[in-house]
């Protein structure tokens, strides 16, 4: 923990007079913004800005920093999110000017560079997948559902079909009905089957002329990979409808399967998942969306093409249109080829293997304690029903809160919900062994404290910057600005 009374705000630690830097003195002309804004768009008043030294402010953020759990300090299994390690080469390359001083809207002629790793990444991702095109607009795993489904519905209405509903099992993650509702379509439920996968028989019952898509996300959220996806490509083609993967879990089919080949028309990647570019934090990502041929003229604009050897921006008449500005966001494409190139079609393949031998590997250790819910073997991540808890009087959050304690991160609580008291574990491939065995000891003492002294996990967390908050009280009395 940190000593120095960081709680405290920047602004709440100003003192009058004090300076990051000594004035510059200027031996040429500056033409100083007063002359270069607006009269009437001037502020009448200086910005109440805090006055710190520099190392004031360094300390400052460094302490924060430290304070949040994240992938480069410690463990970090959060089922569904694939908190793999993010190489340190890849923010170098992101980082030269070449690429990070490069403006959108520069002509083609002077982006050669970056238009050739756009056509070279797309086509990377559309060999990994067995898809036919790639765009890599999309900012998001989200956003790349919602422009999948604005492509398929282009591709029905080119062939004179308004179809309406949009086919969504039980345990998909949350994104999934939400791109359909922005979509504009009617979301309807699949069930689970006793096994934990899709109940094709409840699918096929819902298959209608008014479907224009079935979204099913594979390896799907409990961890299973759904073995009958040539069935359920089969019986959705058949009603006309597409069939969407939520590509989310790639992280256990890359190198090993590819869902173009499993019979998927479109689905989505996750490059902060899957292809190691940072995540979270409000920051740019990278969702890109692969199709098959017969999706392909409806991708989003501008699409780069290789003509002879320039490459080119071009505009589709059939395209949906830009989702993005520009192509998306670059420097996260550059982190992901930068990825690629650096594993090879080797490397590639022995990512997935290591995800779902490390997450096997994992619950072996531990499922002696809470069981898994669905019979496996589980993929890159597996989902333990936290029902057993009950007897001590705890939740799946107590758990979770006091795993904190020891310096990892908790795993994703409460999802898919489908599994009672649902706690999902997803190890990754770039954690070592040592890191597995230590994680298994600490969820061990966390199940014996459970058993025995319940209320040390009650009461947890006991040695984060923040006790237990209330959750309830947070969201009702939402407060969002600093009283400062
Ligand atoms: C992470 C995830 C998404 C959404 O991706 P974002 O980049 O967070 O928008 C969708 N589906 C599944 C299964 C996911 O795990």
């Avoid at 095109?133 to 591709?155: D, F, I, K």
């Avoid at 179809?163 to 009905?177: C, Q, V």
């Avoid at 071009?314 to 998306?328: L, Q």
Wanted: include cysteine.
């Amino acid at each position: 923990m940190p000593t120095d009374d960081t709680g405290r705000t920047l602004f709440e630690r100003s003192r009058p007079g004090q300076r990051g830097t000594g004035e510059l003195e200027w031996d040429i002309p500056r033409p100083g913004l007063n002359t270069l804004i607006p009269a009437g768009l001037r502020r009448k008043s200086a910005p109440r800005l805090p006055e710190l030294s520099e190392g004031e402010v360094v300390r400052h953020f460094v302490n924060l920093s430290t304070k949040n759990h994240h992938i480069d300090k410690g463990f970090y299994p959060l089922g569904s999110c694939t908190m793999k390690y993010n190489p340190k080469v890849n923010e170098s390359l992101a980082r030269l000017s070449g690429f990070a001083t490069l403006h959108p809207l520069q002509p083609s002629e002077t982006i050669q560079g970056a238009l050739e790793l756009i056509w070279k990444l797309e086509r990377d991702l559309a060999e990994i997948s067995g898809m036919d095109a790639v765009s890599l607009q999309p900012a998001a795993g989200a956003h790349g559902e919602l422009t999948a489904l604005l492509v398929v519905r282009a591709y029905h209405l080119s062939r004179g079909e308004t179809r309406k509903k949009i086919l969504i099992p039980d345990s998909a993650h949350g994104t999934n009905p939400a791109s359909a509702a922005i979509a504009g379509f009617e979301c309807v439920t699949v069930k689970s089957a006793a096994d934990g996968r899709v109940d094709v028989e409840d699918l096929k019952s819902k298959l209608s002329s008014d479907v224009a898509a079935f979204m099913i996300t594979n390896p799907n959220t409990v961890g299973l990979f759904e073995t009958r996806v040539e069935e359920i490509c089969a019986a959705c083609h058949a009603a006309g409808a597409q069939v969407y993967m939520d590509g989310a879990n790639l992280n256990a089919l890359v190198g090993i399967a590819r869902p173009g080949d499993l019979g998927f028309d479109v689905m989505h990647f996750n490059l902060h998942k899957t292809f190691s570019t940072p995540h979270g934090g409000g920051g740019p990502g990278c969702g890109p969306v692969g199709v098959k041929s017969h999706l392909a003229p409806f991708l989003p604009s501008p699409r780069v093409e290789k003509r002879g050897d320039v490459y080119t921006q071009e505009k589709p008449s059939t395209s949906i249109g830009p989702v993005h500005g520009a192509f998306g966001n670059f420097l996260v494409m550059v982190r992901a080829y930068a990825y690629i190139l650096a594993m090879g079609s080797e490397g590639m393949s022995e990512v997935g293997r290591t995800a779902v031998l490390n997450a096997n590997y994992l619950y072996a250790k531990i499922r002696h304690t809470l069981a898994c819910k669905y019979d496996g073997p589980y993929m890159h991540e597996f989902v333990l029903d936290g029902s057993a808890l009950k007897k001590t009087g705890l939740h799946t959050s107590d758990f979770a809160k006091r795993l904190m304690d020891f310096g990892v991160y908790a795993p994703t609580i409460y999802f898919p919900l489908i599994v009672p008291e649902a706690m999902m574990i997803e190890p990754t491939e770039t954690e070592s062994r040592e890191t597995l065995d230590r994680f298994a000891e600490i969820f061990l003492e966390v199940w014996r404290e459970a058993n025995e002294t319940p209320e040390v996990v009650h009461s947890a967390p006991h040695n984060l910057p923040l006790k237990r908050v209330d959750d309830v009280r947070a969201a009702k009395e939402l407060v969002l600005t600093h009283p400062f």
